[in-house]
C-alpha cells in the first residue's frame, strides 16, 4: 500500500499520461495509414548470446504501409496536412535507396496525391541494383516522378524549385522534408510513446532504455517530445547514421522543442534528454561497414528478423557493441525501435561480399 493518500499507484499514473497525451494529439489532423499499435516482442536468444539485460524490439517495421517502417507514422500527420492544405501533389527527397521516399509515395498513391521524388546520390555506388532495385523499384510501382541528383546538391532548394515548376503547370504540390522530420511528421513518434509506454504497463514492463537508429532526427525528437509530455524520465539513446554527435544531438534537440510547441502541452524539453552515439557511422551515410553485416546476420540467425543496411543495421550494430561493453550491465530491460528498412537489402546485393 502507498502510505501517501494523494499518490496515484505508478500505472494508473502512467496510464492517465498516456491518455491526457492521446488527446492533445488529437487535436491535430491525421489520417490513417499504420498497422497500429505494433507489436512489442522479446528476443530472447539474441539476449542470451548477448547475456546483458533483457532486449524487446518494437516492431515499426511492421507499420504496414508498402512493407512498412517508421515514416508511415509520420506520414498519418503528414497527408492529412497536405490533405488539408488542398494539395494534389507531394514533392519530397532522399538518398537514392531512401525508405522515407518509398512510404511517402505509396501513402501519396492511396490518398490520389501524386509524387514527384528527388533522390540525391550520397554513395556513389554504381551498380543497377543500388540505383534502381529496392526501394527504388518500389518508388516505380507508387507511380512516382523520379529525378535522379549527385551526391551534394542543396535537396531542400531543389524540392522548392521542382514546387515552383509544378505551381507553373496548375498543380498544388505539398513539400515534405527529407525523413518527414518537421514538427507535423515527429508527432508520429510522440504518439509511438504513449503506445510503448501503454504497452509497458500492460505487460508489466519496466523499461530501462529506448534506443533507435537516428538520421533526419524526427524520430528521436518526436520521442523525446513524447517522453517528456508522458513525464518519465527512461533514458533514450539515438545511434547515429550520418552527422558527428554534437550536430545529431541539436538538430533532435531543436526539432524536439517545436515539436512541443506544436503539440501544444508546453513541457520542457531538457537538452540532458537528447543523446545520440554517433561512433558507428563507418565510412559515412549509406556506407556499408562490416559491424553492421555483423549484426544483421546475427539478429537473422538467432530471431529470423530482417534488418536494413543503411539506419536499422549500424543501429543495432552500436545496441549489441555498448551490451558488449557492459554499458547497460545495471539494466533489466531495453527496447530497440525497429524502424525498418529491409526492403533496402535488395539494393544493397552487390555490397555483401563475403558476409555469407
Ligand atoms: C528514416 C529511418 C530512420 C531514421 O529516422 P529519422 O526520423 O530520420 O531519424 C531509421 N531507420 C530507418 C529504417 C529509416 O528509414
New binding site residues.
Given amino acids: 500500500m502507498n502510505p501517501n493518500p494523494n499518490a496515484t499507484t505508478p500505472v494508473s499514473g502512467i496510464l492517465e499520461r498516456c491518455h491526457i497525451l492521446a488527446r492533445s494529439i488529437q487535436a491535430h489532423p491525421r489520417v490513417k495509414l499504420g498497422h497500429l499499435p505494433t507489436p512489442l516482442e522479446p528476443m530472447d536468444r539474441l539476449s542470451e548470446a548477448l547475456g546483458g539485460p533483457r532486449i524487446w524490439v518494437k516492431r515499426d517495421d511492421c507499420t504496414g504501409l508498402a512493407s512498412g517502417?517508421?515514416?508511415t507514422r509520420k506520414l498519418e500527420f503528414l497527408i492529412a496536412d497536405a490533405l488539408e492544405k488542398k494539395a494534389d501533389t507531394i514533392v519530397t527527397q532522399g538518398a537514392t535507396q531512401s525508405?522515407?521516399v518509398r512510404q511517402s509515395v505509396a501513402a501519396a498513391a492511396k490518398f490520389g496525391l501524386k509524387s514527384h521524388v528527388l533522390l540525391e546520390d550520397r554513395t556513389g555506388f554504381p551498380d543497377a541494383e543500388y540505383k534502381d532495385g529496392g526501394n527504388v523499384l518500389l518508388d516505380r510501382f507508387f507511380g512516382a516522378v523520379i529525378e535522379h541528383l549527385p551526391g551534394g546538391t542543396d535537396m531542400n532548394a531543389a524540392m522548392e524549385a521542382r514546387a515552383e515548376d509544378l505551381r507553373k503547370t496548375g498543380a498544388s504540390p505539398y513539400i515534405i522534408p527529407g525523413?518527414g522530420?518537421n514538427p507535423v511528421g515527429a508527432l508520429g513518434y510522440v504518439d509511438c510513446a504513449r503506445e510503448l509506454f501503454e504497452q509497458a504497463a500492460a505487460e508489466g514492463l519496466d523499461i530501462d532504455l529506448i534506443i533507435h537508429?537516428?538520421?533526419?532526427?524526427?524520430?528521436?525528437a518526436g520521442l523525446v517530445a513524447g517522453l517528456a509530455a508522458l513525464e518519465v524520465d527512461t533514458p533514450l539513446l539515438g545511434i547515429g547514421v550520418r552527422a558527428p554527435q554534437e550536430t545529431q544531438e541539436q538538430m533532435v534537440y531543436n526539432l524536439a522543442c517545436k515539436t512541443m510547441d506544436y503539440l501544444g502541452m508546453g513541457h520542457e524539453i531538457r537538452r540532458e534528454a537528447v543523446s545520440a552515439d554517433c561512433r558507428f557511422v563507418g565510412q559515412g551515410y549509406g556506407l556499408p561497414t562490416a559491424g553492421m553485416w555483423d549484426a544483421l546476420k546475427m539478429l537473422a540467425e538467432l530471431e529470423g528478423l530482417l534488418f536494413?543496411p543503411v539506419?536499422?543495421g549500424k543501429g543495432l550494430d552500436g545496441m549489441i557493441s555498448l551490451v558488449r561493453e557492459g554499458a547497460f550491465s545495471d539494466m533489466k530491460n531495453i527496447v530497440f525501435i525497429h524502424?525498418?528498412?529491409s526492403v533496402g537489402l535488395f539494393g544493397y546485393r552487390a555490397h555483401m561480399e563475403g558476409i555469407f
Fill in positions: 517502417g517508421n515514416k525508405n522515407h525523413g522530420s537508429a537516428t538520421g533526419s532526427s524526427g524520430t528521436q536494413d539506419y536499422s524502424t525498418g528498412g
